[in-house]
């Protein structure tokens, strides 16, 4: 494992990442569809909106399809013969239907609607692995989760005796792929891996880890909030099993999510939750189940945030992933450009030049500082950053900090935006040591 101030990366005296080749500005064509970004801040400044990974700000195509379902269409779907349900039915079933389309699914069986991305990485741990893993079983994850993908699987172990393994890192603040090979074995039975650090910003050779994962008879799960809304995700090509997502980390409403599962799988496993909806038919003594992927979603379903989902999916592909990907990459240089200018400010994880396909965030440090003052500061400066542990408790106490500050970005944000943030930051950083 290496050590804190190893894997701690400072950006000072290093070469500035390789831009690439310049993209076009999506920021200049998609800010009119957000009305928020739009706002003013305390002082009469411009807000600047830099906590992406927290929560994505919400078209107006996504508004107003929240507000067509609630004005024309609200009603429970599945349930009933008048005109009113089969057209919320249409609009939830589609939603699902795009959300296949979306990361590649072979089918809209394969998806099953979930309250977030936890409570689909609980369903799994609660149905597949309840059912399947025995004492001495093993699952392996790795330092750098988000508690979503710690927390479910740490109850697991203690229900059913199975062994959780954790990968360790680079000195770059990469997934250690040597102490992956090493802990994967005949016993390995799960690997369940971020696609994206929330904190590291990292890029996790998924496809690779999946072919290792098989080649021992395990399989994958992939938390892949952080990836689904900044690069093109494709199930078919990641070679995964499972595959979590949030509808609020892509431009859609809070309160949904999914869960991604091979057919075949999801047919073995038993229901998550009982009640309406996730049944055939139901005895007094005993029930048979519905089919996929109703079984699985127990109750009235959080139908309009389905369809608010689904408008923000069409949104997402509208612009296009690639488009996305290539103006976040540009942007996330740039970032990384002006906070390694700054004295005292260390970075966590990979650079761009390190890694060309990271997240478009950074989680950094200020010597001497502590991450919630730098945070509170720029916020009366209309600048919206996080600070704390991110929900990487693990990964913080690896390196010996008891939190970060984290500037994320998206296609709306700007390169003006960025400068000020920086600016804004050095200025922050003077004052706060003028009086510490």
């Known amino acids: 494992m290496p050590s804190p101030s190893a894997t701690v990366n400072s950006l000072r005296g290093e070469a500035p ?78 939603a699902r239907a795009k959300a296949a389309a979306f990361i590649g699914a072979a089918s809209p069986r394969e998806i099953v609607f979930t309250r977030n991305a936890s409570e689909a990485i609980n369903l799994v741990a609660r149905t597949w692995g309840e059912a399947n893993l025995r004492e001495g079983d093993e699952v392996v994850l790795s330092v750098m989760e988000h508690h979503s993908n710690l927390v479910p699987w740490q109850q697991l172990a203690a229900r059913t005796g199975c062994v959780l393994r954790h990968v360790g890192l ?77 509808s609020h980390k892509l431009c859609g409403p809070t309160g949904m999510g999914f869960l991604w599962g091979r057919e075949a799988l999801l047919e073995a496993m038993p229901p998550f939750l009982g009640g309406g909806e996730m049944i055939q038919d139901v005895y007094l003594d005993h029930s048979t189940w519905a089919d996929l992927p109703h079984k699985f979603e127990a109750g009235t379903p959080a139908i309009g945030e389905a369809i608010g989902m689904g408008a923000a999916l069409d949104y997402l592909q509208a612009i296009g992933l690639d488009r996305i990907h290539s103006w976040e990459q540009q942007l996330t240089c740039r970032l990384f450009e002006r906070l390694s200018a700054i004295d005292g400010v260390r970075i966590l994880g990979p650079t761009p030049e390190q890694q060309p396909h990271r997240g478009a965030l950074a989680a950094f440090t200020v010597d001497g500082l502590h991450a919630n003052d730098l945070a509170a500061l720029l916020d009366s400066a ?45 200025g922050t950083i003077a004052f706060l040591r003028e009086h510490s």
Do not use: W
Not at 41 to 65: F, M, N
Not at 197 to 224: K, Q, Y
Not at 386 to 408: K, N
């Open 17 to 94: 990442a390789v831009a690439p080749p310049p993209a076009e500005n999506l920021a200049a064509l998609t800010r009119p569809d957000f009305p928020l970004l739009a706002q003013t801040a305390c002082l009469g400044q411009p807000l600047i909106y830099l906590d992406h990974a927290a929560t994505s700000q919400k078209p107006r195509q996504v508004l107003e399809a929240l507000q067509r379902y609630y004005d024309h269409d609200n009603a429970n779907v599945h349930r009933g013969a008048h005109q009113l349900s089969a057209r919320a039915t249409e609009g939830f079933e589609g």
């Open 170 to 246: 680079t000195d770059s603040g990469e997934l250690d792929m040597d102490d992956l090979r090493a802990k994967l074995n005949p016993r390995t039975r799960l690997v369940s891996l971020v696609h994206v650090s929330n904190t590291l910003g990292c890029l996790n050779p998924i496809a690779e880890i999946s072919e290792l994962a098989h080649a021992v008879g395990a399989l994958v799960l992939v938390d892949a909030c952080q990836s689904l809304p900044h690069m093109p995700v494709n199930v078919a090509e990641l070679g995964c099993d499972f595959l979590a997502g949030s």
């Open 382 to 426: 209309g600048i919206c950053i996080r600070s704390g542990h991110h929900c990487t408790q693990p990964l913080h106490r690896l390196y010996g900090l008891p939190g970060s500050a984290r500037a994320s970005l998206s296609f709306t944000t700007t390169p003006e935006e960025i400068d000020r943030f920086a600016e804004e930051l050095e």
